[in-house]
């Protein structure tokens, strides 16, 4: 059974850093992609990045790019998203999803993912 468990989040202040870890388990990530989705209250959920399993391939929504950073540590079966410079407007609740076989990305829309992690609050305020 495919699974994601999310951890990290919390409350920082702009300007600060945090890393958000989605463990994986009933799936090596050879074939997958996964990728980070934000929520904020009132509105929909994005994507904002995501890691090809197979070869690394990383893609980052223009307002995340240059802050935050994907990755993947395939011993720990976990992708990572590190998030720095932070700014309220980041304040949301994180997802992380999966998928088999989605081939060259970009992949930022809700509909091409299969699986997903049950949500981490993140919270930019001083």
């Known amino acids: 059974e495919v699974q994601l468990v999310q951890s990290g989040g919390g409350l920082v202040q702009p300007g600060g850093s945090l890393r958000l870890s989605c463990v994986a388990s009933?799936?090596?990530?050879?074939?997958?992609?996964i990728g980070w989705f934000r929520q904020a209250p009132g509105t929909e959920r994005d994507g904002i990045s995501c890691i090809k399993g197979s070869d690394g391939t990383k893609h980052y929504a223009h307002d995340v790019k240059g802050r935050f950073t994907i990755s993947i540590d395939n011993a720990k079966n976990t992708v990572y998203l590190q998030l720095n410079d932070l700014k309220p407007e980041d304040t949301a609740v994180y997802y992380c999803?999966?998928?088999?076989?989605?081939?060259?990305?970009?992949?930022?829309?809700?509909?091409?993912?299969?699986?997903w992690g049950q949500g981490t609050q993140v919270t930019v305020s001083s």
């Open positions: 999803a999966t998928s088999y076989s989605l081939g060259a990305g970009p992949h930022f829309m809700i509909y091409e993912y299969d699986y």
């Open positions: 009933g799936f090596s990530f050879d074939g997958y992609t």
